[in-house]
């Protein structure tokens, strides 16, 4: 069993009738390729999506869909769900396996977001889903008392694509230059291609996605610099 389950329950604000559905909500691939919490996580994830759309449809009664969109987006992308991880404390807790003990997995965005995840989907097989609901907007309280339809942005990529059309220039076309690292420690070269403009723009990051976005910025700051 975990250690100071107690401590983390209290921290969760939800007491599990099963602690070993909590334990595997903490146990990470790296430990068993058969025990682990992917399982649980694919379904915390499907919850968590449901229970903070539904909150913003309520709260943001005026708000277009494109608004929830992206205000949902902001709320349940990782770097956020690994902010509510480490304000619980869940790195402490987590059980992985030796490799990733070493490299720092406990400190991973990418782990703490995905066991968040795993919590929810335990929490929902465990107590059912209205009391998983009460815990998870307590969570994200504060993030949503926040947040509105004019505070989040669009991503660089949508609103390159949108400056782009509203001009009728071609679409910009995105391509991995390079991949290089092991997982989960890799890092992807992309470039975005202006064919229309005659300009290309590289970019790197730990993701794909995140280097494609870094790519569209670059874009966007100079199509500002140069016509605007």
Known sequence: ??????RLEKA???????????ELALTHRSVSRRHNNERLEFLGDAQLSQIISTELFHRFTDAAEGQLTRMRASLVRGQTLAEVARELGLGEYLIL???????????RDSILADTLEA??????IDGGEDACREVVLSWFEARLAAISPQSVRKDAKTRLQEWLQARKYELPVYGVL??????PKQSFE??????GLK??????GPSRRRAEQQAAEQALEWLEQTYE
């Open 190 to 195: 992309v470039e975005c291609e202006l064919s």
């Open 199 to 204: 300009k290309t723009f590289r970019a790197s």
């Open 12 to 22: 969760l604000g939800y007491r599990f009738s099963d602690g070993e559905r909590l």
């Open 97 to 107: 396996g030796g490799g990733e003990l070493k490299s720092g997995g406990h400190r």
């Open 178 to 183: 390079s991949i290089s690292g092991q997982a």
């Open 1 to 6: 069993m975990i250690e100071h389950r107690e």
């Open 119 to 124: 919590l929810i989907g335990a929490m929902v």
